[in-house]
């Protein structure tokens, strides 16, 4: 099996507010330490935008665990045990759709190298 080679950028590219879709499963991409090789990579799905009264500019995000196993915004607040995130949209720099989780973990790959 061969991966089709490609050219990466030489910084990571993450999601923008603008490109968000919700129901759709993005990717959380960290690293556990301050050299950038060690990812924490982490499913998870965007949910929707200004989700309680009062919210300004805030998009909404959930643990693909939770979401998969049926747990919805609405019910939380029910006693179901949920991972929610708010952010605004300049908070959004290490969150990726797949691909470009691949390319920053690719990018990863090329620091370890070294």
Same mark, same amino acid.
């Given at each position: 099996?061969?991966?089709? *080679? ?5 910084? @990571?590219?993450?999601?923008? @507010?603008?490109? &968000? %879709? #919700? +129901?759709?499963? !993005? =990717?959380?991409?960290?690293? *556990?330490?301050p050299t950038l090789l060690v990812p924490i990579?982490?499913?998870?799905? =965007? ?11 805030? &998009? !909404?995000?959930? +643990? !693909?665990e939770s979401f998969a196993s049926g747990i /919805? =915004?609405? #019910? *939380?607040?029910? +006693?179901?045990? *949920?991972?929610?995130d708010a952010r605004g949209p300049e908070d ?8 470009? @989780? ?5 990018? %990863?790959?090329? /620091? /370890?190298? /070294?």
């Amino acid at each position: 099996m061969r991966f089709k *080679a490609r050219d990466l950028e030489p910084h @990571a590219e993450p999601i923008t @507010a603008d490109r &968000l %879709c #919700e +129901g759709n499963v !993005y =990717f959380s991409v960290q690293y *556990a330490d301050p050299t950038l090789l060690v990812p924490i990579v982490q499913p998870i799905v =965007f949910i929707g935008r200004n989700l309680e009264d009062g919210d300004v500019d805030l &998009l !909404y995000f959930q +643990g !693909y665990e939770s979401f998969a196993s049926g747990i /919805r =915004f609405v #019910e *939380a607040s029910k +006693g179901e045990l *949920a991972d929610f995130d708010a952010r605004g949209p300049e908070d959004l720099n290490h969150i990726f759709d797949f691909d470009h @989780a691949l390319d920053e973990l690719m990018r %990863c790959s090329l /620091r /370890r190298r /070294r």
